[in-house]
């Protein structure tokens, strides 16, 4: 198989044929709709930040929205991404869970608001105002 | 100091007060225009990721854009949110670099990258097309 165009700059070898990259990276194929963060800093995984996460797995992952490897339980074709991400700032509210590209940041959010997000937020688009402190689009 | 109203759901305590949430969390008053995600997935941290992230760190503080305490060198009133997250599926073509609420993830990102990155996109808003793989806002 071709390895495509590779330029060396410096020691790195950096690839620019696109088929190459998105064989290399099959996520770009994927017709990506939102990306979900949840803060696995210190002060959010004290108040439960990991039980959070969990359930947006397996919620994501029953539904078969979640972006990523087959043999990992996801979806090669999914909408959704979901990674953990640093303090945001949300350290004595947390746990923190943001949402992109609205820009939307979460705050306190407990296992059972987790449905509420992905069948309003991720799925509608529609908000879920009860939980939301900033909107990073209207700032 | 009011405390403002406390809600107690099961064991945790829900702060709604929106003056006593803002005094927890600085954050929310900040005019906030993007946030940047450096990968540091084990992938990308073999790759470099950790001087991005430095690199970031470094040219966001000298130019007093990066949002976060004044204890740590950083800006209350930033418009710029740094932090780090997990994989996103660019393991073999990173280090990965997020920046939304664009939704532009770029690759291959070198620490020479970075002001680019910072002086283009952050702040005149022009994406720096030759790294950007993905534009999850036209998806």
Known sequence: MARGTILLVGKKKIIEDRSEL??????????LKRHVFVC???????VGAGEVKAEFERILEAKGIRQGKESKGRNPMGEIVLTDCGSVGFCSIGPAVLVYPEGVWYAQVQPEDVREIV????????VVERLALIDLSTK
């Open 22 to 31: 998105e064989r290399l990276a099959p996520v770009m194929k994927a017709p």
């Open 40 to 46: 696995t800093g210190k002060s959010c995984s004290k």
């Open 119 to 126: 069948e309003e937020h991720l799925e509608k688009g529609n």
